[in-house]
């Protein structure tokens, strides 16, 4: 069980990073694949770079954890008809610190912990930024994920308890 979730968050993480949404499979040989451009490319570079970032710190399948967890913050910012649930999230967090060296002192458990809430946020404002101007199926890719199974997801059941009332502009702003 545990080694099926590894893997389940482990793809989710390499899902996000290219790009949050699936995309059909390729009839081509990865070697020879274009390489992404435009958003694709983008999205994938900011996934690179968090990885980089969080890597002194976080083992491989605690930035996947921690890269999927940022997703489901992002879809219940900019989703009005989704919420993460509170429970759900702490319980993934206390995961991701699990998974961390048994040796620790009190001081770095510490400092994980607050790593994981730092790159939450760095996490869930990327994909927020990288589908600002794609919303409408950034949301409706999220809202089928919520239709799953409650133990694949980590949105609350029904409607958000307090929608959100920060102002979202319907159209991205110009460079």
Known sequence: MHTLRTLTFTLAAAALAASCT???AAKTDPATAPAPVGKDA?????????ADLMTPTFT???QGRILNMGYFMAASSLCPDLEVDPLKMGRAVDAVLALGPPEQTDAEKA???????????????AMIG???DDKTQFCEDAAKVK???SETHLFA???????STAPAPQ???KP
């Open 147 to 149: 239709g799953g199974a």
């Open 22 to 24: 699936p995309k059909p």
């Open 130 to 132: 990288s589908h600002a």
């Open 42 to 50: 983008a999205r994938q570079e900011t996934g690179a770079l968090l």
């Open 60 to 62: 491989a399948e605690q």
């Open 111 to 125: 400092h994980q912990r607050d790593a994981v809430i730092m790159f939450l946020g760095m996490a869930s404002g």
């Open 171 to 173: 159209t991205p702003a």
């Open 157 to 163: 059941a029904g409607a958000p308890t307090d929608p």
